[in-house]
Nanobody
Framework: QVQLVESGGGSVQAGGSLRLSCVAS????????VGWFRQAPGREREFVAA????????YYADSVKGRFTISRDNARNTLYLQMNSLKPEDAALYHC??????????????????????WGQGTQVTVSS
């Protein structure tokens, strides 16, 4: 079973940037679609971005499109989320996720919580205005 560990969260001012990382254990990481979700206090988990196993396809929530970039390095078993032009509403606990049903799939990426069955513990992002 693959495990996911996030890092890179922190506190920034609005307009700033952060780069989140997610390191996966196990060699199977490279064969699956992965992504990021976030959850703010009192709110439901929200899809942020996803990427296919070959990085050939990416998908973003409208709220982050043009500001966030998802990428992966399969040789390092690592997923990234570059977050620019951060807004106070981006503050949340960010989770790295993996879809074990997406073995070497290059089709449409999924955006529902129930589509991803491996979750990391999360890394906190705080954005002050």
């Amino acid at each position: 079973q693959v495990q996911l560990v996030e890092s890179g969260g922190g506190s920034v001012q609005a307009g700033g940037s952060l780069r989140l990382s997610c390191v996966a254990s196990g060699r199977t990481f490279r064969n699956y679609a992965v992504g990021w979700f976030r959850q703010a206090p009192g709110r439901e988990r929200e899809f942020v971005a996803a990427i296919t196993w070959t990085s050939g396809n990416t998908y973003y929530a409208d709220s982050v499109k043009g500001r966030f970039t998802i990428s992966r390095d399969n040789a390092r078993n690592t997923l990234y989320l570059q977050m620019n032009s951060l807004k106070p509403e981006d503050a949340a606990l960010y989770h790295c996720v993996l879809d074990t049903s997406s073995w070497q799939a290059s089709g449409r990426l999924r955006a529902s919580v129930s589509d991803y069955d491996v979750w990391g513990q999360g890394t906190q992002v705080t954005v002050s205005s």
